[in-house]
């Protein structure tokens, strides 16, 4: 395109810069400038070069930016660079074509060369580029305000986002946390049931062992009697479905004392080979019965003497052999010990128990310890016995310090192992216990015994055994202790057999009595308790020794004749004396860890409770003291069970537990004597709690 | 007063306890306590019908010939045998347990330091 200067400068005067300029001069302005022609996204002129030149759009257009930031757009009859006017200075902005665009350049001097003579042009330019500047402002702020709404939305966003993430995390923590005092509580339940299952069993068989002890009694009694042929067959019924019964029993009551972690092995001399033989005299007649072998391997390099429980190996070894006889249809059953290491001091024995009976399957054999499970539900029905057995040995095993391991095939058989380590005897022979023999009854000929038992049927069975037995025996029965001390004090006796749990009076109380004026009548218990703190009791009164009831022809005899002729005491392992584990040591100090989780640190309420325990102890510890004093034990009972609880929170686990035994000890009415001196140790230790904790706020 | 909270009658002889427990389950501030040292106390206000009730066995320390437990618990459950009632004891024998549960206690909670989270986990379930 080519423009005449005149052509030009009617350009120029359509323009707002230039309208209050005359034409000629605008027609001089426009022969000063040049024509240039850009192409589509040709440079016009870059951000910060020096500027010295007002454009002046004739054709197309440009764009004003920096870089890829576009401030605006300028068509036709528009003009830009317009700051080099005022300013020799680097350009703010680059501009470039977008389209074929001719532009007019009009320099610096020329323009002021040409202009100066009105000054009234410059007004308007700074005017114009006054507002310019305005608009691009307000157009930076709008876009910046529009950016920080974007931004604050963004953020808003952005925080939506993490507070749900937040209610999320604190919603699961929460959940966790339920699922965890639930998890928590079952526990505790499941844990307080499982005390209360054990206490059941044991009280219940513990109750049942004393009927049973009648029916085994009356029935031996009757078979003794020269029953007719058919009685007899009902009477060898009725004793081993008692024997099976007693068996059921002892096994619930040893599983829950191994549960409850109160059974001991006893230390004494023993044969294994003896023990080997007498467990297979025993089951023998089963094998014979099913027409099995049963067989023994004993290692000859077994020492005759050991040191260990040999009631407890026994038993161990009879469940073990008892059970492969019970599986096993044809072949055998063998019993083996070998000695896996000999030391000075002591063994280690391998014991195996083989059969070729049905065998288990891996399932099986992984759960065939535990308790009241076996192999398989029929199991019970079809093979009877309460799959405590096993458990046991396994328990059994344990106290005697090894383990017990399976190995079995389907269809090929078992074998059951462990191997403990027993002690070398310093002995060389093993003590013989003697039998029942006819000379020991004839030794026992005309004594007179006096039986005090409460249970009608015990006393029969009793009085009828002693009748049967020893010639010409005098029996003297009374139902409890208070009428047994009567007639002492007019009858001479050679014994007493004393039942441990009267009314009226126990035999412990009766004992004592009866020993203040005849310190030396034999006086053995009959207890169902085999627990040793209830025999040590038996021991602390004076009484001579114990008969376990339900009991043995032989233990009965053995005891009687050992106490009368031999001048001891039938069980001569004296258990060692109880330890009152709450009375050992000093007082215990108070710890208030537990009332601080409690109160979550809670200071106020941590001083209320520390005010409200000391408030408790300076009412109940005079009350305690006067309720001793005047021998009210009924009432130190109450009190002590009503501030055992506020021990525990103290922290005092101790005191607690020693409340706890007092509360027994009172139940069981002990010597006053033991429970004056547990209750005196209860109140020091109420004492020095209130030490530690000062006097109430 | 309707409150929207559960109301929650403790029956203690024990007042340290008594006052702990009741600290601990307002603290939740879920149920309206009312405290009594006596059942026969408690008997009294059975015709505010609380929504449960957590009942001492021994209740004669404080006030000697006070009813015990056992004896509330049957009374209770002859006047309303809806009305639930929690056995609270340091008793813990087994056979105790068992006549409380028979007698129509819906738990049996022995009187331990677990106590407290235990009642307030019954309660949460129960009310």
Redesign the interface.
Known sequence: MKISPQALAELFKEMDLFETIPYPVLEKLATHSNIRKKKPGEIVFQKDEVGNALYVILEGAVRIHDHDYVVAQQAAGSFFGELALLDEGPRSMSVSATTDTTLAVIGRADFYSVLEVFPGVMQTVVGMLARRLRQQTERLVEQLRRREEELTRLVEVRTAEVVQQKEEAERQRAQAEREK??A??QR??AE?SE??KQ??LA?MSHELRTPMNAVMGMTNILLQKQPREDQLVYLDSVMRSSKNLLTILNEILDISKIEAGKMELEHTDLSVEKILEQVVATLRYRADEKNIAIEVECDPALPPVLVGDPVRLQQILLNLVGNAIKFTEKGGVKLAVQVTEQRAEACTLRFAVRDTGIGMTPEQAAIVFESFRQASGDTTRKYGGTGLGLSISKHLVELFGGTISVNSEVGRGSEFSFSIELPLSEHTVVAEQEGVSAAMLEALRGIRILVVEDNHYNRIVASETLDLKIPEVKIEMVENGAEAVEICKTERFDLILMDVHMPVMDGLEATRRIRESNSAIPILALTASVIKTEIQKCYDCGMSGWIPKPFIDSELFGAIYAVLHEGKAPMPELPEPATDAPLSGETEAVDLR??EE??GGNEA?IR??ID??L??VNTNLPGIETALSNGDYERVH??V??????F??MGLEKTGELA?VIEAAIAEQQPAEHIQQMVAHLLKNMRRSVDDMGPAA | MNTGKKSVFLVDDDNMFLTMLTDHLEALERYNVSTFTTGEACMEQLGKKPDVIVLDYYLDSAVPGALNGMEILQRIKSVDPELKVVMLSSQEHYGIALQTIAKGALYYVIKDNQAFGEIEHLLSEIV
Not at chain 1, 641 to 646: D, G, L, M, S
């Open positions: 005092q639930e928590e509580f505790n339940r307080q005390r209360f206490q059941f009280n537990f009332i409690l109160t309420r209320k409770y409200l325990y408030e408790s109450r009190l069970h009503t501030i055992k609880p506020q525990r929170m706890a």
